[in-house]
C-alpha cells in the first residue's frame, strides 16, 4: 500500500496563489496514477487534475490555466500549483494514488488539506 500526506493548504485572497504537496511513502510511487481531487461543503468530489508517470493527462476544465499538476518521482511527491485562486475553488483538496495490477485497480487517499479562498 501507499501512503499519502498532503500539506500547503491554507487560507489566500482572491487572486493569490498555492502549491499543495502530496508526499507518497514507499518506494514505487512512479508505478501510481496520481490525481488531485476536491470537495466542498455539501457537494461531491471533484477531480482536479490526474496524470501518468509525469504527464499532465487531464485538467477540469473550469480549472485550465489555473491549476497544474506535476510530480517529482525521485521525492515521491505531487504537487498542485493553484494560481488566479477564487472563493469558489475553497474545499478540501485530496491527493489520490491508483495502482493497475493483474488483481484489479488499487485507490489511496491522503487525509486532505484545507483551501479556503476569502477576502
Known sequence: QVQLVESGGGLV???GSLRL???????????YAMAWYRQAPGKQRELVADMISDRKTHDT???QGRFAISR?????TVYLQMNS???EDTAVYY??????TSKGEYNYW????????SS
Open 21 to 31: 504537496s502530496c508526499v507518497a511513502s514507499g518506494d514505487a510511487f512512479s508505478l
Open 72 to 76: 517529482d518521482n525521485a521525492k515521491n
Open 61 to 63: 476544465d473550469s480549472l
Open 13 to 15: 485572497q482572491p487572486g
Open 95 to 100: 491527493c489520490n494514488a491508483r495502482l493497475f
Open 85 to 87: 485562486l477564487k472563493p
Open 110 to 117: 491522503g487525509q486532505g488539506t484545507q483551501v479556503t479562498v
